[in-house]
Nanobody, 123 residues
């Protein structure tokens, strides 16, 4: 059964770091783009970062540049999101999702999703 499973969320103080993992099973991440998305309480889901497996290009939303790093380990069928200098506004549920081909700025383009992992940034 194909699935994406996120992990690594938790409670962290402002300025702290977390490393999220997204493990794919039942299918390969090859030739797919993998995105990380953030949904804050009461808000719509928005893209945070994306990496294309075919060319390795990486994309970040403006507020994530310089703080977050996306990476992939195709041998482990896993994508990571390293989040540093976390802010209270980073609080929310983080999802990973895939789309065939290259990264797409449209959230709706991603057609297979994990269930998410909660990140809470609070003192």
């Amino acid at each position: 059964q194909a699935q994406l499973v996120e992990s690594g969320g938790g409670l962290v103080q402002p300025g702290g770091s977390l490393r999220l993992s997204c493990v794919a099973s039942g299918f390969t991440l090859d030739f797919r783009a993998i995105g990380w998305f953030h949904q804050a309480p009461g808000n719509e889901r928005e893209g945070v970062s994306c990496i294309s497996s075919s060319d390795g290009k990486k994309y970040y939303k403006e507020s994530a540049k310089g703080r977050f790093i996306i990476s992939r380990d195709l041998a482990k069928n896993t994508v990571y999101l390293e989040m540093n200098s976390l802010k209270t506004e980073d609080t929310g549920v983080y999802y990973c999702a895939v789309v065939w081909g290259l990264c797409d700025p449209a959230v709706d383009a991603f057609d297979f999703w994990g269930r998410g992992t909660q990140v809470t940034v609070s003192s």
